[in-house]
T-cell receptor, first 116, second 113 residues
Framework: AQSVTQLGSHVSVSEGALVLLRCNYSSSVPPYLFWYVQYPNQGLQLLLKYTSAATLVKGINGFEAEFKKSETSFHLTKPSAHMSDAAEYFCAVTTASRGGADGLTFGKGTHLIIQP | DAGVIQSPRHEVTEMGQEVTLRCKPISGHDYLFWYRQTMMRGLELLIYFNNNVPIDDSGMPEDRFSAKMPNASFSTLKIQPSEPRDSAVYFC???????????FGDGTRLSIL
């Protein structure tokens, strides 16, 4: 079984400041990790994914995340926050333990607030 | 290129009624997933299909919930009878392969009065 912990249900940063959203995972087999963003009244949009290739993953909208196996972490960062980044962010994990798929296990989400 | 399409976007009904949610996955995707999102429990996997066959339904909360995928381009999630605690946003997602990113629909916001 796998699990995801997102530290901080709300994170507030100033426009132009560094964004750091924390995600720690637990998995008994090598994981596949994802970050999704959800805007109000919309579905989830993929930001980036880690699937056992490069540990530093670049995604859309200037976001990136680094997979650290020793820390079981997959934190999401962006050097400079924009007002349009205000949304809910979800970290998710899945495995290919059965050679096919498991559904995604999501963290509780982090609401990112951008202060002008 | 059309994404995952869900209908209806909003559903309000009285408890005891049957509710049917619909999903059209992205063409060519072999996997289809149903999730439920609530404030209390966050995003939960309900069931998923591979090539139209249900693989894991352990997340389906009760026998009142059922899901079908009669063909590669259509799936339904049915609640009968519905209860107020079923109120949530239900998402459908599809992916090419199991460990590939899942593409989500815009969800169905269900309110049971």
């Amino acid at each position: 079984a796998q699990s995801v912990t997102q530290l901080g249900s709300h994170v507030s940063v100033s426009e132009g400041a560094l964004v750091l959203l924390r995600c720690n995972y637990s998995s008994s087999v090598p994981p596949y990790l994802f970050w999704y963003v959800q805007y109000p009244n919309q579905g989830l949009q993929l930001l980036l994914k880690y699937t056992s290739a490069a540990t530093l993953v670049k995604g859309i909208n200037g976001f990136e995340a680094e997979f650290k196996k020793s820390e079981t972490s997959f934190h999401l960062t962006k050097p400079s926050a924009h007002m349009s980044d205000a949304a809910e962010y979800f970290c998710a994990v899945t495995t290919a333990s059965r050679g096919g798929a498991d559904g995604l296990t999501f963290g509780k989400g982090t609401h990112l607030i951008i202060q002008p | 290129d059309a994404g995952v399409i869900q209908s209806p976007r909003h559903e309000v009904t009285e408890m005891g009624q049957e509710v049917t949610l619909r999903c059209k996955p992205i063409s060519g995707h072999d996997y289809l997933f149903w999730y439920r999102q609530t404030m209390m429990r966050g995003l939960e996997l309900l069931i998923y299909f591979n090539n139209n066959v249900p693989i894991d339904d352990s997340g389906m909360p009760e026998d009142r919930f059922s899901a079908k995928m009669p063909n590669a381009s259509f799936s339904t999630l049915k609640i009968q009878p519905s209860e107020p605690r079923d109120s949530a946003v239900y998402f459908c997602a599809s992916s090419l392969q199991g460990n590939q990113p899942q593409h989500f629909g815009d969800g169905t916001r269900l309110s049971i009065l």
